[in-house]
């Protein structure tokens, strides 16, 4: 074997090789990248349309009861207003045709879990798409119990 021939198989593996390293460089660099990248927090400031269906356990006199629902079991139809959100975090009011209330919430660390606190109730929510939330709402309280599924729609 001539040295011109030795000197081209040498540089074919080289090319070769540095080829290979390039694509794995850009591989493990795109994976590391793609950790170390910020998750995207979904906004979640405006009005959303409430649609849900309730039962109540009422403790005392019915009219006694602050709810959301009334009667044993009942559909809902309301309007969650979030007015405002710091990262994860926010504050809305909560409005229906009987009952007025704020509450507060976090997005979980997967960006699409909702937990949300009112006056006197827990709501754990998923994000299905940008304009869309499902939730499943329950609270008890020495007048009532309430649970109720629904579903969030952005205005």
Not at 47 to 71: M, N
């Amino acid at each position: 074997m001539d040295s011109a021939t030795v000197a081209s198989s040498i540089a074919k593996l080289l090319k070769a090789r540095f080829t290979l390293l390039g694509m794995l460089t850009l591989v493990s660099t795109g994976t590391f990248s793609a950790v170390l990248a910020a998750p995207v927090i979904p906004n979640l400031i405006g009005t959303w349309t409430v649609e849900g269906k309730g039962a109540v356990l009422c403790k005392v006199e019915a009219s006694r009861c602050k709810t959301h629902h009334h009667g044993e079991f009942s559909d809902l139809n309301a309007v969650a207003q979030i007015t405002k959100q710091q990262g994860r975090t926010f504050h809305g009011v909560f409005k229906s045709k009987y009952a007025t209330e704020k509450f507060v919430g976090t997005l979980g660390h997967d960006n699409a879990t909702l937990y949300i606190v009112d006056e006197d109730g827990f709501t754990d929510g998923k994000i299905i798409s940008p304009s869309m939330i499902q939730v499943v709402y329950r609270h008890t309280s020495e007048l009532d119990s309430v649970v109720d599924v629904g579903t969030w729609r952005r205005r």
